[in-house]
């Protein structure tokens, strides 16, 4: 296995290396078996919606290990066609995250935990 999931500095659980990843490596392709309209996700238990992603006018129902990724606002990977594609080197151990504003829905917002010097303390 190319990531491994295990507890994070920035929360919960977290997706990390499990090899050394090079700038433009596919890191994670997404599960999208399950799509969903807005209406259906607004059913969504509130608990759950952060396991989804909204992508194209869709929501993704994020499976292992990417419902794991966190947030940071000095990411390592970015989204790229339904997969998370490292935006620098990443080393093996490193914890895998992305920037949760770029695929979010407008209207979300939620206080950021990631740490980083160039943290937005919202996302």
């Known amino acids: ?16 290396a499990n090899i050394n990843f090079k700038k433009v490596d596919v ?14 996700a607004r059913r969504i238990p509130k608990r759950y919606r952060k396991y989804l992603v909204f992508y194209k006018g869709k929501f993704i129902v994020s499976a292992p290990p990417e419902k794991y990724l966190n947030h940071s606002c000095s990411p390592n990977t970015k989204e790229g066609n339904l997969c998370d594609i490292a935006i620098r080197n990443i080393r093996k151990g490193e914890e895998i995250t992305t920037d949760y504003s770029i695929n979010s829905e407008h209207h979300y917002k939620m206080k950021c935990a990631c740490k980083s010097r160039m943290c937005r303390k919202i996302v």
């Open 1 to 16: 296995m190319s990531v491994v999931i295990r507890e994070s500095k920035i929360q919960g659980k977290g997706v990390f």
């Open 27 to 40: 890191v994670m392709k997404w599960d999208a078996s399950m799509i969903l309209t807005l209406k259906e």
